[in-house]
C-alpha cells in the first residue's frame, strides 16, 4: 500500500518539482524580505504595530515552508537517481536542502523563544541570520542564472546590419561575415560579472559590518567610543565596576529605538519621581551622579531572541528612589518615561521593589553609550529588555493600569524571561 501511494506521489514528478520549486522561492522571498524589515531599526517606528502582525505572519510562513519541503522529500529518491553523475546539481539540492530544514529549524527555536531558553535562543538567532546571509546571494544568483533572456543567444547578440552599423565609415565587414547572430558576451560571463559584482557591492559590506559586529567578544566596547551624550563629570566607578565585577559582559547589544537616538548634556538633561509620592523629587546631572549606587552582575535578554550575559550594572536600585519619594497607598504602578518623547512602559509596585530592577548609570565601569540607552536606563534583569527603558529621565506613580509602547502593540505585559525570580 506504501508503495503504491508512493508511486502515485511521485507520477508525473517533472511537474511536481517545477511547483515545488516556484512555491519556495515566493515563500523564501517573503521570509527574506518580512526578516529584514523585522530587524531593521528604521522599519521598526514606521511599521509601529504592523510590526507584530508581520511578525506572525513571518512565523506563518515560515511554517508553511514545511509543506513543499515534505513533499520534495517524497520526491527525492527518484530526483536522485535522475541526477546520476550530475554531481553540480546533486550538491545544490543538498545545499538548498540544508538551507531550508536550518532556517526552520533555527525558526521554531525562536519563535519558541520561551519554551528554548535565552542561550539556546540566542544560538538560533545567529545561525538564522547567517544562513540568510549566505541564502539570500545563493538565491539572487540563482534568479539571475535562470533568466529567459540569458538563454535565448539571439537577445545577447548583434545582427550582420546592426554590427555593420557600428563600424567606422569604409570599415564593413567582409563578405563572408556569417550571418547568425554572433554573441556579444557568454551567457557564463554575464552572469560572473553581473552577479558577482552586483551581490559584492549590495550585500558584502553590509554582511561584513554583521559579522564584525557579532565577533566582538565584549557587549558595548564598541559603543563607548561613539557615545554622543556630553554629560559631566562622568560618574566614578565603584571599585567592584572597574574592574567588572561580571568580567565584562558576553554577547552583543543590537540597537532598536522607536525614534532616533536622542542625546543629552548638562543643560538639557534632568531627572524626576513624581505622581502619587509624597515629595516629587528631581536632580540635576550633578546631582544625581553625587548619589549613593550599587553593583549588580546580571544577564540581559531581548524578546527578539539575543542576549548579552554577564553585564555589570551601576546604578540606583529603584525601590530606594520609591523610599525616598515615598509611596502613597493609592499607588499601583509605577510608569517610566524616556528622553526620546515617546517610548513608556510600567511595572507594578511588586515588580518594580525587585531586588534587582535598577536606575542603572554605568555598564561594565563605563557611562551607558546613547546608542544602549545612555547616561540613564532601567534594568529588569527578569524580564525581557522591552520593560528596561532607555535614556530613563522621568519616573512616575500612578494608580491602576498602564500599557507602554509595546504593549499596546501586541507585546505581553508580562515580560517574564524563563525561570525568572519573581521577587
Same mark, same amino acid.
Not at 508581520?54 to 527518484?78: E, F, R
Not at 509611596?327 to 510608569?335: D, F, I
Given at each position: 500500500?506504501?508503495?503504491?501511494?508512493?508511486?502515485?506521489?511521485?507520477?508525473?514528478?517533472?511537474?511536481?518539482?517545477?511547483?515545488?520549486?516556484? *512555491?519556495?522561492?515566493?515563500?523564501?522571498?517573503?521570509?527574506?524580505?518580512?526578516?529584514? =524589515?523585522?530587524?531593521?531599526?528604521?522599519?521598526?517606528?514606521?511599521?509601529?504595530?504592523?510590526?507584530?502582525?508581520?511578525?506572525?505572519?513571518?512565523?506563518?510562513?515560515?511554517?508553511?515552508?514545511?509543506?513543499?519541503?515534505?513533499?520534495?522529500?517524497?520526491?527525492?529518491?527518484?530526483?536522485?537517481?535522475?541526477?546520476?553523475?550530475?554531481?553540480?546539481?546533486?550538491?545544490?539540492?543538498?545545499?538548498?536542502?540544508?538551507?531550508?530544514?536550518?532556517?526552520?529549524?533555527?525558526?521554531?527555536?525562536?519563535?519558541?523563544?520561551?519554551?528554548?531558553?535565552?542561550?539556546?535562543?540566542?544560538?538560533?538567532?545567529?545561525?538564522?541570520?547567517?544562513?540568510?546571509?549566505?541564502?539570500?546571494?545563493?538565491?539572487?544568483?540563482?534568479?539571475?542564472?535562470?533568466?529567459?533572456?540569458?538563454?535565448?543567444?539571439?537577445?545577447?547578440? =548583434?545582427?550582420?546590419?546592426?554590427?555593420?552599423?557600428?563600424?567606422?565609415? %569604409?570599415?564593413?565587414?567582409?563578405?563572408?561575415?556569417?550571418?547568425?547572430?554572433?554573441?556579444?558576451?557568454?551567457?557564463?560571463?554575464?552572469?560572473?560579472?553581473?552577479?558577482?559584482?552586483?551581490?559584492?557591492?549590495?550585500?558584502?559590506? /553590509?554582511?561584513?559590518?554583521?559579522?564584525?559586529?557579532?565577533?566582538?567578544? /565584549?557587549?558595548?566596547?564598541?559603543? +563607548?567610543?561613539?557615545?554622543?551624550?556630553?554629560?559631566?563629570?562622568?560618574?566614578?566607578?565603584?571599585?567592584?565596576?572597574?574592574?567588572? =565585577? %561580571?568580567?565584562?559582559?558576553? %554577547?552583543?547589544?543590537? +540597537?532598536?529605538?522607536?525614534?532616533?537616538?536622542?542625546?543629552?548634556?548638562?543643560?538639557?538633561?534632568?531627572?524626576?519621581?513624581?505622581?502619587?509620592?509624597?515629595?516629587?523629587? @528631581?536632580?540635576? *546631572? @550633578?546631582?544625581?551622579?553625587?548619589?549613593?549606587?550599587?553593583?549588580?552582575?546580571?544577564?540581559?535578554?531581548?524578546?527578539?531572541?539575543?542576549?548579552?550575559?554577564?553585564?555589570?550594572?551601576?546604578?540606583?536600585?529603584?525601590?530606594?528612589?520609591?523610599?525616598?519619594?515615598?509611596?502613597?497607598?493609592?499607588?499601583?504602578?509605577?510608569?517610566?518615561?524616556?528622553?526620546? %518623547?515617546?517610548?513608556?512602559?510600567?511595572?507594578?509596585?511588586?515588580?518594580?521593589?525587585?531586588?534587582?530592577?535598577?536606575?542603572?548609570?554605568?555598564?561594565?565601569?563605563?557611562?551607558?553609550?546613547?546608542?544602549?540607552?545612555?547616561?540613564?536606563?532601567?534594568?529588569?534583569?527578569?524580564?525581557?529588555?522591552?520593560?528596561?527603558?532607555?535614556?530613563?529621565?522621568?519616573?512616575?506613580?500612578?494608580?491602576?493600569?498602564?500599557?507602554?509602547?509595546?504593549?499596546?502593540?501586541?507585546?505581553?505585559?508580562?515580560?517574564?524571561?524563563?525561570?525568572?525570580?519573581?521577587?
Amino acid at each position: 500500500m506504501k508503495t503504491t501511494w508512493l508511486s502515485r506521489i511521485r507520477k508525473g514528478y517533472g511537474k511536481k518539482l517545477t511547483s515545488i520549486h516556484a *512555491w519556495n522561492a515566493w515563500i523564501v522571498l517573503f521570509l527574506s524580505l518580512s526578516g529584514l =524589515l523585522l530587524v531593521g531599526g528604521f522599519w521598526r517606528e514606521i511599521l509601529g504595530a504592523g510590526r507584530v502582525w508581520l511578525k506572525w505572519a513571518h512565523i506563518g510562513v515560515g511554517i508553511v515552508l514545511l509543506i513543499p519541503v515534505v513533499y520534495y522529500l517524497l520526491l527525492a529518491a527518484k530526483h536522485w537517481k535522475r541526477l546520476k553523475g550530475r554531481t553540480g546539481q546533486k550538491a545544490n539540492v543538498v545545499f538548498v536542502l540544508f538551507l531550508l530544514l536550518g532556517w526552520l529549524v533555527s525558526g521554531i527555536v525562536l519563535w519558541q523563544f520561551r519554551l528554548a531558553g535565552p542561550r539556546a535562543a540566542n544560538a538560533a538567532l545567529f545561525i538564522h541570520d547567517l544562513l540568510t546571509w549566505i541564502g539570500l546571494p545563493v538565491m539572487i544568483y540563482h534568479s539571475i542564472t535562470r533568466t529567459k533572456w540569458l538563454k535565448e543567444p539571439q537577445r545577447r547578440a =548583434l545582427s550582420v546590419e546592426a554590427a555593420n552599423s557600428h563600424r567606422p565609415a %569604409g570599415d564593413k565587414a567582409p563578405a563572408a561575415l556569417p550571418e547568425a547572430p554572433q554573441p556579444l558576451y557568454t551567457r557564463r560571463g554575464f552572469i560572473k560579472a553581473a552577479a558577482g559584482t552586483g551581490l559584492a557591492l549590495t550585500l558584502g559590506p /553590509t554582511f561584513l559590518s554583521w559579522l564584525n559586529k557579532t565577533m566582538q567578544s /565584549t557587549g558595548s566596547t564598541g559603543f +563607548v567610543a561613539s557615545n554622543a551624550n556630553a554629560l559631566v563629570p562622568e560618574p566614578v566607578p565603584l571599585p567592584d565596576s572597574s574592574p567588572p =565585577l %561580571g568580567g565584562g559582559a558576553q %554577547g552583543n547589544f543590537r +540597537v532598536y529605538t522607536v525614534t532616533d537616538i536622542p542625546t543629552f548634556d548638562n543643560s538639557n538633561w534632568s531627572f524626576t519621581v513624581d505622581g502619587l509620592v509624597d515629595q516629587k523629587l @528631581e536632580w540635576s *546631572w @550633578e546631582e544625581f551622579v553625587a548619589m549613593n549606587r550599587e553593583v549588580q552582575v546580571s544577564d540581559f535578554h531581548c524578546v527578539t531572541g539575543w542576549s548579552v550575559y554577564q553585564n555589570t550594572w551601576e546604578g540606583i536600585p529603584l525601590s530606594k528612589l520609591l523610599d525616598l519619594a515615598g509611596v502613597q497607598s493609592k499607588a499601583q504602578t509605577v510608569k517610566f518615561y524616556s528622553g526620546d %518623547g515617546v517610548y513608556t512602559d510600567s511595572l507594578t509596585m511588586e515588580q518594580a521593589r525587585m531586588d534587582d530592577v535598577m536606575v542603572a548609570v554605568l555598564h561594565d565601569g563605563k557611562p551607558i553609550p546613547s546608542q544602549l540607552g545612555g547616561p540613564v536606563r532601567l534594568v529588569t534583569p527578569q524580564m525581557y529588555a522591552y520593560k528596561s527603558v532607555k535614556w530613563l529621565n522621568r519616573i512616575e506613580l500612578i494608580e491602576g493600569d498602564y500599557s507602554g509602547y509595546w504593549e499596546v502593540r501586541g507585546y505581553d505585559k508580562d515580560a517574564w524571561i524563563p525561570d525568572a525570580k519573581k521577587s
